[in-house]
């Protein structure tokens, strides 16, 4: 995933398919003799924007009973970055969790007043009502974690916290993703302040209940959390790992919810991470 080249572009800030077309890139796959055959479905929209698309792949012989689900959301500043960044270890994640059933999510993008927080909070909250409201299509069931990347994991934290309808996420994975908005603000590094400020409509002064319910770590209580896996590069220029990702995981130790935190000495915003570290 090229982070480094997705955040450079932040300072710029940067048609629904009818529903009954069939999908030219489904793949019936394989599966046991007389089971339920794996497959894989392109570009299966949740809305009515061209960005509101997702990929889907399903396993052999799911069930309802069995297959848990995992979501995957990009990163990108909420600005830019696409489903396809995932592509690359779709096939890792298939060997290492092969009866999950994977989720891939685009949703719409923020640019120039357009698209601004919280729609892509939204779009994600969407996107998971729909996968839910077709479980029995799919034949998944109601066990979902959330995976993401950077604006993602930002995401992927607000979904397993903030909701519990139609289903509650179990657990989450996070790839230095933000915590808290408003020191992301106060403290930009080497992610541009007025980028926040355009995406969240103001500043902590003069919007700041919008900082508050943009911030995963708004949530991190034992009433709301779930179990929590933070993955966070130590010299990260963006997503500074002690504001952000150590305080979330303080924050949901204290609160006593299961979470673990990996620091990778040496490492930044992932875009020199390899994809064995991946």
Same mark, same amino acid.
């Given at each position: 995933?090229?982070?480094?080249? =997705?955040?450079?572009?932040?300072?710029?800030?940067?048609?629904?398919?009818?529903?009954?077309?069939?999908?030219?890139?489904?793949?019936?796959?394989?599966?046991?003799?007389?089971?339920?055959?794996?497959?894989?479905?392109?570009? =299966?929209?949740?809305?009515?924007?061209?960005?509101?698309?997702?990929?889907?792949?399903?396993?052999?012989?799911?069930?309802?009973?069995?297959?848990?689900?995992?979501?995957?959301?990009?990163?990108?500043?909420?600005? =830019?970055?696409?489903?396809?960044?995932?592509?690359?270890?779709?096939?890792?994640?298939?060997?290492?969790?092969?009866?999950?059933?994977?989720?891939?999510?685009?949703?719409?993008?923020?640019?120039?007043?357009?698209?601004?927080?919280?729609?892509?909070?939204?779009?994600?909250?969407?996107?998971?009502?729909?996968?839910?409201?077709?479980?029995?299509?799919?034949?998944?069931?109601?066990?979902?974690?959330?995976?993401?990347?950077?604006?993602?994991?930002?995401?992927?934290?607000?979904?397993?916290?903030?909701?519990?309808?139609?289903?509650?996420?179990?657990?989450?994975?996070?790839?230095?993703?933000?915590?808290?908005?408003?020191?992301?603000?106060?403290?930009?590094?080497?992610?541009?302040?007025?980028?926040?400020?355009?995406?969240?409509?103001?500043?902590?002064?003069?919007?700041?209940?919008?900082?508050?319910?943009?911030?995963?770590?708004?949530?991190?209580?034992?009433?709301?959390?779930?179990?929590? =896996?933070?993955?966070?590069?130590?010299?990260?220029?963006?997503?500074?790992?002690?504001?952000?990702?150590?305080?979330?995981?303080?924050?949901?130790?204290?609160?006593?919810?299961?979470?673990?935190?990996?620091?990778?000495?040496?490492?930044?915003?992932?875009?020199?991470?390899?994809?064995?570290?991946?």
């Amino acid at each position: 995933m090229k982070f480094k080249l =997705i955040f450079s572009a932040l300072i710029i800030f940067s048609l629904l398919l009818t529903s009954c077309e069939k999908n030219k890139n489904d793949d019936p796959g394989t599966g046991a003799a007389g089971g339920i055959p794996e497959k894989t479905m392109s570009n =299966i929209a949740y809305g009515t924007d061209p960005l509101q698309k997702m990929d889907i792949y399903l396993p052999a012989n799911r069930s309802m009973a069995t297959t848990k689900v995992m979501i995957l959301i990009h990163g990108g500043g909420w600005t =830019i970055g696409d489903k396809a960044d995932f592509a690359m270890y779709m096939d890792t994640l298939k060997k290492r969790i092969p009866d999950y059933a994977i989720f891939n999510l685009n949703y719409r993008l923020a640019s120039f007043g357009v698209n601004l927080f919280p729609t892509q909070e939204m779009d994600i909250k969407a996107a998971i009502d729909f996968i839910y409201a077709n479980r029995s299509s799919y034949l998944i069931s109601d066990k979902y974690v959330a995976m993401g990347a950077s604006a993602g994991g930002h995401l992927s934290l607000l979904q397993a916290y903030k909701y519990s309808s139609p289903v509650k996420i179990k657990a989450v994975v996070d790839f230095f993703g933000p915590t808290d908005m408003e020191d992301m603000y106060n403290n930009p590094g080497d992610f541009p302040a007025v980028t926040i400020a355009l995406l969240l409509s103001g500043t902590p002064t003069t919007n700041p209940s919008m900082y508050q319910q943009s911030s995963p770590l708004t949530y991190a209580t034992t009433a709301t959390a779930c179990p929590t =896996i933070i993955l966070q590069g130590e010299l990260d220029p963006l997503v500074n790992a002690i504001r952000q990702s150590l305080a979330l995981k303080t924050k949901l130790t204290n609160q006593g919810v299961t979470n673990q935190y990996v620091l990778y000495p040496g490492l930044h915003h992932g875009d020199d991470w390899s994809p064995a570290t991946y």
